[in-house]
C-alpha cells in the first residue's frame, strides 16, 4: 500500500523557496505568474492492508518527523 | 487559476533524502515502512482563464526550471 503525503506551509508562513522560484520564473520571462508556494511531496510504500491502520500510521509519521506542525500543514492520500 | 507540479526523481535515481526519511522513520519504531521517497510540490497561481495556455505555460516552466529532467519526472495539474 501507499501513502501520498503533502507537506505545505500554512497560509502567512513566508515561503524564501517560493519567492526565488517565483522571481526566477519572472527573470525566464512567465508574467503571468502571481505566486509561488513550494513544498514537499513523499511517497510511503507500506506494510499491509489494512486502510485505517495505514492512515492513522502516517499521521502519527508526519506529527512526529515529516511536518513541522508550527509552521506546516499535511495532507495524506492512501492508495491501493 | 491554480497548477499544482509534483516533480519527483525517475524510478532507479537514488534518493538520499528519502533514504533519511526512511531510516528515521526505522529509528522512531515504524517498523511497516517498506520505501520512502521524497519529491517536491510546487502550487503556481496563474492569471488568466485558458486551462491549456495555463498547461503550456507550466510545461515549460517544469522543462526550464522546476524539473532537472535527466533525472526528474514533473506531473501537472490545473485546478480551476
Known amino acids: 500500500m501507499k501513502a ?5 506551509l500554512k497560509n502567512g508562513v513566508l515561503d524564501p523557496q ?11 520571462g ?10 514537499k511531496f513523499i511517497e510511503i510504500e507500506l506494510e499491509g492492508t489494512d486502510v ?3 492512515r492513522s500510521d502516517v499521521k502519527e509519521m508526519c506529527e512526529k518527523l515529516l511536518a513541522n506542525t508550527v509552521i506546516e500543514n499535511y495532507d495524506i492520500d492512501i492508495v491501493a
Chains 1, 2 share one sequence.
Open 18 to 28: 517560493g519567492k526565488a522560484v517565483h522571481h526566477a520564473l519572472q527573470g525566464l
Open 30 to 39: 512567465f508574467a503571468g505568474v502571481e505566486d509561488v508556494r513550494q513544498g
Open 4 to 8: 501520498r503525503v503533502h507537506v505545505t
Open 52 to 54: 485505517e491502520k495505514a
